[in-house]
C-alpha cells in the first residue's frame, strides 16, 4: 500500500486527479470505478479542468459507479446519477451510455443488482476504482457487519451514514435509508485501487482501517490484502502516521 500525504484538501484532489489523468492517458480504454460524496468533488474539478485544456480524453473510458439510493431517479437532485451527471459527466466528452450507476428506481433491486454484477464482469471488471470512506469504514455503502458482502446488494444505512449524509438534504428524516453497493468482491477485483480521505473526521477510521485488523466491522480494512492500493490523504486525515 502506497500512502500519499497532502498538506490541504486542494493538495489530495490533485494528486489524485494526477493518478486517475495518468491512467486514463496510459490505457485510454480504461473502465474507472466512481465514487461520490463531498470527497471526490475537488477531483473530477480538477479532471475537468485539465479535460477542457485538451490534456485528457475520456472519450473511450467507461465508468461505474459504486452506489446509488434506493427510490432516487436520475433527476432527483439528491441522486448519485444525478451527482455524475452534473459534477463530472456533463463537463467532460464521456459518451452516456458509457456511465454506470446501479438503478435506484429499478422495480426488482435483487434483479438489477445481479444486472450490475454482471455489467461489471463484462466489461472485464474495473481497471482504477477511486474510494471514499465513511465515518463508519464503508467502502461504497458497505457497511460493518459481521461478513463481508461479495456481490452488489441492497444495504439498510447505519446512522452515523445517514446523519453524516444529511447534511446534502434539508433533514435527516429525506436520506434514503436504503441504497444499492457494488459488493466487496468487485472493488477487490479492482486492478488499482486509490482511496481518499481528508479533513480530521476520516483520522480515526483511516488509522482503523489502514493499521487494525482485517474485519468486516471496519470495510475498508480489506483494502489491506489489495497488492495496489494507494492512499491519497490530508494531514488531517493522516493523523496517524504523524
Ligand atoms: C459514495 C460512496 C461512499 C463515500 C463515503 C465518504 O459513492 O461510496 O462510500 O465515499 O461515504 O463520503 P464523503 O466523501 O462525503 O465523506
Not at 486527479?17 to 473502465?31: G, T
Not at 465508468?63 to 444525478?82: I, T, W
Not at 459481521?146 to 447534511?167: C, G, P, W
Request: glycine fraction near 8%.
Amino acid at each position: 500500500m502506497k500512502i500519499l500525504e497532502a498538506s490541504n484538501y486542494e493538495g489530495m484532489s490533485r494528486k489524485a486527479a494526477n493518478i486517475i489523468s495518468a491512467q486514463v492517458i496510459l490505457f485510454p480504454r480504461s473502465v474507472l470505478g466512481l465514487a461520490t460524496g463531498s470527497t471526490p468533488l475537488g477531483i473530477y474539478r480538477q479532471l475537468i479542468d485539465w479535460y477542457q485544456k485538451g490534456d485528457i480524453d475520456f472519450s473511450h473510458v467507461t465508468s461505474v459507479n459504486l452506489d446509488e439510493y434506493c427510490g432516487l431517479g436520475p433527476d432527483d437532485s439528491q441522486s448519485y446519477r444525478y451527482y455524475m451527471n452534473t459534477n463530472f459527466f456533463r463537463h467532460i466528452n464521456i459518451r452516456t451510455e458509457n456511465t454506470f450507476v446501479p438503478d435506484g428506481l429499478a422495480e426488482d433491486f435483487e434483479e438489477e443488482c445481479r444486472r450490475y454484477d454482471e455489467r461489471v464482469s463484462a466489461l472485464g471488471g474495473i481497471d482504477l476504482q477511486l474510494l471514499g470512506i465513511g465515518e463508519t469504514g464503508h467502502i461504497g455503502f458497505n457497511e460493518p457487519d459481521d461478513t463481508f458482502d461479495k456481490m452488489t446488494h441492497q444495504v439498510a444505512l447505519k446512522q452515523k451514514t445517514i446523519e453524516a449524509n444529511s447534511r446534502f438534504f434539508k433533514s435527516p428524516d429525506e436520506v434514503p435509508q436504503y441504497a444499492l453497493t457494488m459488493g466487496i468482491k468487485a472493488i477487490m477485483q479492482a486492478k488499482k485501487i486509490l482511496l481518499v480521505a481528508n479533513g480530521p473526521k476520516k483520522a480515526d477510521v483511516l488509522e482503523k482501517a489502514l493499521f487494525g485488523p482485517v474485519t468486516p466491522e471496519v470495510p475498508a480494512s480489506i483494502l489491506q490484502l489489495h497488492p495496489d492500493v494507494t492512499v491519497v490523504a490530508d494531514s488531517e486525515a493522516l493523523r496517524v502516521i504523524h
